[in-house]
């Protein structure tokens, strides 16, 4: 692994199903986010992580979860998915804290019928 | 509320310069980033200004003006392959990072 890396890389998903995103890093940093974004609109926060064991809500939170077990990986789960939760989602990371570079994920399109 | 504006699409020649606008209105300020996003692809780095002025790195550079909430890159010498979307995002005084929705760049022969 050299990065950040998420999966799926897509997924067309039923109503009502839940589904988690995985994003790993092996860059050993400290922060790691989530974001939505759709068509029109700037990347949107939904839940990020100033390490490991620690989460906050962003932005967008409402209908998603995350957990910080370790340092490396940061799933994101929609516990029941809506429609309106179609979008691209980016994994990123940083070292510190938002002041500092961020690096994203290849992304993972979600399609919710 | 906060805002960040930018132009929606710009088209520019190959071999040109290219000035891409961000003027921003947010709870304070801690910095402003560019980066760049091919289609398809995940946003990259390109510069973070968090004092005035301008910087400078090779074909690309970013100035500030925090008096005017006002952000430009300038983009020098333009290849096929800057073709993409660049990014305004602003860090606020409560360190949310409020980002722009982009303007895409289209590069002509």
């Known amino acids: 692994i050299a990065g950040i890396t998420q999966a799926p890389t897509s997924q067309i998903l039923a109503a009502g199903r839940r589904m988690t995103l995985r994003c790993t890093q092996d860059m050993r940093h400290n922060a790691m986010y989530w974001y939505r974004q759709d068509l029109g609109l700037g990347l949107r926060l939904i839940h990020y992580s100033n390490t490991a064991g620690t989460t906050g809500k962003g932005e967008v939170p409402d209908g998603y979860s995350v957990s910080r077990a370790n340092t490396d990986d940061f799933p994101l789960t929609l516990a029941s998915a809506v429609p309106s939760q179609t979008s691209v989602y980016f994994c990123?990371?940083?070292?510190?804290?938002?002041?500092?570079?961020?690096?994203f994920g290849p992304g993972t399109r979600l399609t919710v019928l | 509320g906060q805002n960040i504006d930018q132009p929606t699409e710009m088209t520019a020649t190959e071999g040109a310069i290219v000035q891409i606008n961000c003027t921003y209105q947010?709870?304070?300020?801690?910095?402003l980033f560019w980066y760049q996003q091919h289609a398809g692809e995940a946003p990259t780095f390109l510069s973070y200004n968090v004092l005035d002025g301008l910087e400078e790195k090779g074909r690309f550079s970013s100035f500030l003006s925090r008096s005017k909430g006002y952000s430009y890159l300038l983009l020098k010498e333009l290849q096929m392959k800057d073709s993409a979307s660049y990014l305004c995002?602003?860090?606020?005084?409560?360190?949310?990072?409020?980002w722009g929705a982009g303007t895409k760049l289209i590069i002509k022969p």
């Open positions: 995002a602003v860090l606020d005084s409560n360190y949310q990072l409020i």
């Open positions: 990123a990371s940083s070292v510190g804290g938002l002041t500092d570079t961020q690096y």
């Open positions: 947010t709870s304070g300020f801690n910095g």
